[in-house]
């Protein structure tokens, strides 16, 4: 079943309002305990940067990004700087997805080049929700299987010297999600630890998000609810569902998808 059309940015807004909220909250106590810039929490501590279309913090900070970080340290609350977010994704360009270095497979994509030791990273994003429901509802796994089956036979050919496909995010948590690959790929999953988890991109902010982008809220009540005790220096730690990091060989991809 096709995918409904994509709704404009201004009904994307009002849905996406509570998660900019959460989003707002979190880089507020942020500044608060550690006397940063506000903009500067929120570049760091939310997705903010690439849901305006200016891409991945770590290839460097947009010139456009200034007067909106100035916009909000001037917003006299946190309604009006919620209302400063929404207004700004209404005017920004759409994301770039998969983005530069990346190829894309329908909701997922894969680096364009392997680590050191082989290891070829996978991504994935909500990109086919419609009537059906989201993209990881029973009715579309054999959509996505098809899709890391596409990416694998990618990999296979262009990456010669891959060995493995790795994954790092807050969806091996959910069966649903796990059952789009191998099992012992979602066997090996395993928490992060002490490792430190950007909050500059997905891996963590998903949660917050239904497929049809409203704000969870279990999640937002979860979330909001740690905030007092926040550790400036972990926090991902206010998540209920924490990262989780898997690793499979490419072969036993390539013979799950075969089956």
Request: hydrophobic share 40%; net charge positive.
């Amino acid at each position: 079943m096709p995918s409904q059309s994509p709704p404009d940015r201004a009904t994307r807004a009002a849905r996406l309002a509570g998660v900019f909220e959460v989003q707002l909250r979190l880089a507020r106590r942020m500044a608060e305990l550690t006397g940063a810039p506000l903009g500067d929490m929120v570049l760091r501590h939310t997705n903010l940067h690439r849901r305006f279309g200016l891409g991945r913090i770590s290839a460097g900070v947009a010139p456009a990004w200034a007067p909106f970080a100035e916009a909000l340290e001037r917003a006299a609350d946190l309604s009006e700087q919620v209302a400063i977010v929404q207004a700004t994704f209404v005017a920004a360009q759409p994301e770039t997805y998969p983005g530069p270095g990346r190829t894309g497979f329908g909701c997922f994509a894969c680096d364009d080049a392997a680590s050191a030791d082989g290891a070829v990273h996978i991504h994935f994003r909500n990109a086919d929700t419609c009537e059906a429901g989201g993209p990881l509802s029973a009715a579309k796994l054999a959509r996505r299987k098809a899709e890391m089956a596409a990416l694998v036979a990618h990999v296979r050919v262009r990456l010669p010297q891959a060995s493995h496909i790795r994954g790092r995010s807050w969806l091996y948590n959910l069966e649903a999600y796990r059952r789009v690959f191998p099992p012992d790929y979602g066997a090996s999953r395993r928490s992060v630890g002490d490792e430190p988890v950007r909050l500059d991109g997905n891996s963590l902010w998903g949660q917050l998000i239904g497929s049809d982008e409203g704000v969870r809220p279990g999640v937002r009540d979860a979330v909001v609810s740690a905030l007092p005790g926040l550790d400036p220096s972990a926090p991902w730690k206010v998540f209920p569902l924490s990262v989780l990091a898997t690793g499979a060989p490419l072969e036993s991809f390539e013979a799950f998808y075969r089956s």
